[in-house]
């Protein structure tokens, strides 16, 4: 078995612990509680012998467990990583004032089923390699996103300035038909001028000229 003993603690105050093997970590583990004072989050791994004792502290809630040095620190983490979830999850805010070893009756046999898994099931391993990989996935979906995001940014830009291209060009357009429009008017008035000056030139001449013809007969 790689994980042979387990604890959850609020300070150096142990809520509940379970160990596979007959050994001293359980001492082991109150002294690096005492050595390890403080609310700090952390994440780290004491070696003592061939064994490894690896802390996780999180919001104040420590977990720690003792393994054998083969198992490297991804899976130990990735367990006191999901029996951290666990604790918080079936406790929640009772874990701020539980008494000691408040929950071990309860905990200790989640603390047995998941020391049993990680030490054993190859797919506790692959699991981890998947979140990992979905977390990378996860990233590049978020700059993909941003992108987006950003692309969109440009594309609203785009739109308003073809909107008000499209604006200025019906301005343009009105702007043309209403100058056309004064233009026809001023050379149909200019015509309708010249048409009545030749008119009334055209009867001058003819009103000269008849009274011209008839002048000499009235004599």
């Not at 003993?5 to 690096?32: C, K, M």
């Not at 130990?76 to 979830?85: N, T």
């Amino acid at each position: 078995m790689t994980i042979l003993y387990t604890l959850v603690a609020r300070g150096s105050v142990v809520l509940a612990e379970f160990s596979a093997t007959p050994t001293n970590a359980s001492t082991i583990a109150r002294q690096i509680l005492e050595k390890t004072p403080g609310d700090n989050d952390m994440n780290v791994s004491y070696s003592q012998d061939r064994y490894i004792f690896h802390v996780k502290r999180t919001d104040g809630l420590t977990v720690l467990c003792m393994a054998d040095d083969v198992a490297g620190r991804r899976i130990p983490f990735a367990f006191l990583e999901d029996i951290h979830q666990r604790f918080v999850r079936t406790y929640g805010r009772a874990v701020l004032s539980a008494q000691a070893y408040g929950m071990n009756d309860e905990f200790s046999r989640v603390l047995t089923q998941q020391m049993e898994y990680y030490s054993n099931d190859p797919n506790a391993d692959r699991i981890n390699r998947l979140k990992s990989e979905m977390g990378q996935v996860r990233t590049v979906m978020i700059e993909n996103i941003d992108k987006v995001l950003d692309r969109g940014d440009r594309l609203e830009l785009l739109v308003d300035k073809t909107s008000n291209m499209q604006t200025n060009t019906l301005r343009f357009r009105k702007q043309t038909r209403r100058f056309r429009s004064t233009v026809w008017w001023r050379n149909v008035k200019l015509t309708i001028a010249i048409i009545l000056l030749i008119l009334v030139i055209a009867y001058a001449v003819l009103a000269f000229v008849c009274h011209g013809l008839t002048l000499p007969t009235c004599i």
